[in-house]
């Protein structure tokens, strides 16, 4: 996860708004590029269609991702939606065939959660 995280810094720690990006990984767990940025929302709250999250996996064939977003607030503490989001979208990665490797949470400078971690989500 502070691998990930560090890539995301430490651009999306300073946004004002609530951004969704994705990481792209090969079969080697290597990074394919730059993190996709898939959603841009509000100070405090994006609606997602989980689908969009998998567009660009899908068409670069990757086989594994990282989701990654933003609380401006400074504060990663997942909320309740951000834990549910997570297990919807670890669901629609099996039916895809891609695995889905960690959620994180970026707040403000170097602070992240790892929802994999904290066991949230991904049961």
């Avoid at 899908?58 to 297990?87: I, L, Q």
Wanted: proline share 5%; charged share 20%.
């Amino acid at each position: 996860p502070a691998d990930a995280a560090a890539l995301l810094f430490p651009e999306m720690s300073a946004l004002e708004h609530k951004q969704m990006r994705v990481l792209l990984l090969n079969t080697r767990n290597q990074v394919m590029g730059a993190p996709v940025m898939v959603y841009q929302g509000s100070v405090c709250t994006t609606v997602i269609r989980i689908v969009e999250l998998f567009r660009e996996a899908t068409r670069r064939n990757a086989t594994a991702m990282v989701v990654a977003h933003n609380h401006p607030s400074g504060d990663p503490s997942p909320s309740s939606e951000d834990v549910a989001v997570t297990h919807e979208i670890v669901k629609a990665g099996k039916l895809l065939d891609v695995d889905v490797l960690d959620h994180l949470v970026i707040g403000a400078g170097q602070r992240f959660v790892s929802l994999k971690e904290r066991g949230l989500g991904f049961s």
